[in-house]
Nanobody, 122 residues
Framework: QVHLVESGGGLVQTGGSVRLSCAAS????????VGWFRQAPGKEREFVASISRDGESKNYVVDMKGRFVISRDNAKSTVYLQMNDLNPEDTAVYYC???????????????WGQGTQVTVSS
């Protein structure tokens, strides 16, 4: 059963920007924090950013803060990840997830999407 659906991925040039979207049911969005994670080939899945249920608290990995911005629109049951100044190291499958805690630990997130591929060309 798919609870979250990511979109917006694709091919982008180095230095470019993309905005990822994560759509879910109103029930899930109204009761959970949402996080973004990514996984490159041969690498462990890593935390990117997260946002609280009310949208007031946001967490970012240190080296991504300032480049990436997470936001949510509860009326549309959608969370966004704006990614700017991209480089090839950002190439990965990006996943969104929902859970009761606004944190870094992937194990605390209950619902997951299938992911969307972001490829940054040199």
């Amino acid at each position: 059963q798919v609870h979250l659906v990511e979109s917006g991925g694709g091919l982008v040039q180095t230095g470019g920007s993309v905005r990822l979207s994560c759509a879910a049911s109103a029930r899930i969005f109204s009761t959970n924090a949402v996080g973004w994670f990514r996984q490159a080939p041969g690498k462990e899945r890593e935390f990117v950013a997260s946002i609280s249920r009310d949208g007031e608290s946001k967490n970012y990995v240190v080296d991504m803060k300032g480049r990436f911005v997470i936001s949510r629109d509860n009326a549309k049951s959608t969370v966004y990840l704006q990614m700017n100044d991209l480089n090839p190291e950002d190439t990965a499958v990006y996943y969104c997830a929902a859970g009761p805690y606004n944190g870094f630990d992937s194990g605390t997130y209950e619902y997951w999407g299938q992911g969307t591929q972001v490829t940054v060309s040199s």
